[in-house]
């Protein structure tokens, strides 16, 4: 009788096994989640006039990496950049004068984040002690040209005002210095001895002060604009000389004084042309010198609307 008994328990036994699902501990539901689910963050350029060159966006426990965008972000535009994960990251934006933007610890969740950027969220805000006096200094780094009068005005006044360098000259590798109030934007413009003009414009200085090396690529050209104003024929001259730089141009009324030099500060390379302006319906004599200081002039040449275009070559000359 224990026999049967003990052949009927052990019968049961791989049933009650099965059903228990062996030795394995039952597995509870779990909600899906995705662990590596990407956020966005907007960036809105709202600059007022310059444009975001680079964006990086990094986790604040790691080193800055790559730039987020391929093309500037022009002022009033706006981008998305998808990030792999939800983090702690830090933000820090270069506009195209090499000002940064940062923000540092920036919490980003499923939610995203987005950031409108004024120049209030400028880095040298942080630093400015506004209403303190601070050095401006100008270098003279024009290789031929002597500047002979500077002037620095807050961005928001009318007018210039006075010359900085006073009766002073800066010559070619000089500099000199003068004080201003930190914490503002400002107008620079020097004159040369040729009265070309140099400028900068909305330059912010502060606590730190401001240094301007003047080179030729400042100088205003806005006089050498693409179309001219209404009644004026293009004037184009191309330098056909080979070998010679030519370094002045002259076109004037044939009844006057031969005026400005048009190129300015500019040279007129071999196989380059440049395009000046002037009243249509007049006779001019034009005139180019060359890096000798060998001349090249045509007299008595009437200017229509058409404009008249002149490629001086080595038979030109005087």
């Keep these: 009788m224990k026999k049967l008994n003990l052949l009927l328990a052990l019968a049961v036994l791989p049933v009650l096994f099965i059903a228990c699902g062996g030795n394995e501990a039952p597995v ?111 270098n003279n780094e024009l290789g031929s040209w002597t500047l002979w009068y500077a002037y620095c005005s807050p961005s928001s006044d009318e007018s210039w005002g006075d010359d900085r360098f006073g009766s002073e000259l800066l010559a070619p590798g000089e500099s000199i210095s003068f004080e201003v109030m930190s914490g503002d934007y400002y107008d620079f413009k020097c004159i040369d001895e040729d009265d070309d003009e140099y400028i900068l414009w909305d330059v912010y200085v502060d606590a730190d002060g401001f240094v301007w090396d003047v080179v030729l690529d400042d100088m205003d050209n806005s006089y050498a604009s693409t179309e001219g104003a209404d009644g004026e024929a293009a004037i184009t001259i191309y330098n056909g000389l080979g070998d010679w730089t030519i370094w002045y141009a002259y076109g004037d009324p044939s009844d006057g004084p031969w005026g400005d030099d048009r190129l300015g500060s500019e040279l007129l390379e071999p196989g380059e042309e440049f395009t000046f302006y002037l009243p249509a319906g007049d006779t001019y004599d034009f005139k180019v010198e060359d890096g000798d200081g060998d001349t090249y002039t045509l007299w008595g040449i009437d200017v229509d609307e058409n404009g008249f275009y002149w490629e001086v070559e080595l038979s030109d000359m005087d």
Excluded: C, H, K, Q
Excluded at 53 to 81: C, F, H, K, Q, Y
Excluded at 115 to 128: Q, S
């Design 28 to 138: 509870a539901d779990t909600p899906d989640t995705d662990e590596n689910a990407t956020v966005e963050v907007v960036i809105i350029n709202e600059l007022g006039g310059w444009n975001i060159e680079e964006i990086m966006i990094d986790p604040s426990d790691g080193a800055w990496g790559d730039n987020r965008i391929e093309t500037p972000l022009l002022d009033g535009e706006e981008v998305t950049i998808v990030l792999d994960e939800a983090n702690t990251y830090d933000i820090m934006l270069f506009d195209e004068d090499g000002d940064s933007y940062t923000l540092w610890g920036v919490e980003i969740d499923e939610d995203g984040y987005e950031w409108a950027v004024t120049l209030d969220d400028g880095d040298w805000m942080t630093d400015v002690v506004e209403g303190e006096e601070t050095t401006v200094t100008i």
